[in-house]
């Protein structure tokens, strides 16, 4: 059985400008390196975007094997 890693870290990052954009990465390193490889013609443009966020916005749902949204207190940290 294989042991679940560390939690992931919530970013956020815009591009186009104005255009928000969320991911889950294991490190800041990890994120830049994406960010490196989806966008290699103009990372100066979106790497300066690039913020660790605390937790998904509340717009963002978590839904359970029977479709229904899980409450944020219900919710495993990650």
Avoid: C
């Avoid at 104005?18 to 994120?31: D, V, W, Y």
């Avoid at 960010?35 to 359970?64: C, G, M, Q």
């Amino acid at each position: 059985m294989t042991q679940p890693g560390p939690p992931l870290l919530k970013f956020r990052y815009e591009y186009p400008p104005g255009e928000a954009h969320f991911l889950e990465a294991p490190s800041a390193e990890a994120a830049v390196r994406f960010l490196r490889r989806t966008y290699p013609h103009n990372p100066v443009d979106v790497l300066p975007t690039l913020r660790e966020i605390s937790r998904w916005p509340a717009f963002w749902k978590t839904v359970d094997a029977q479709g229904l949204v899980v409450p944020d207190n219900a919710r495993p940290r990650s």
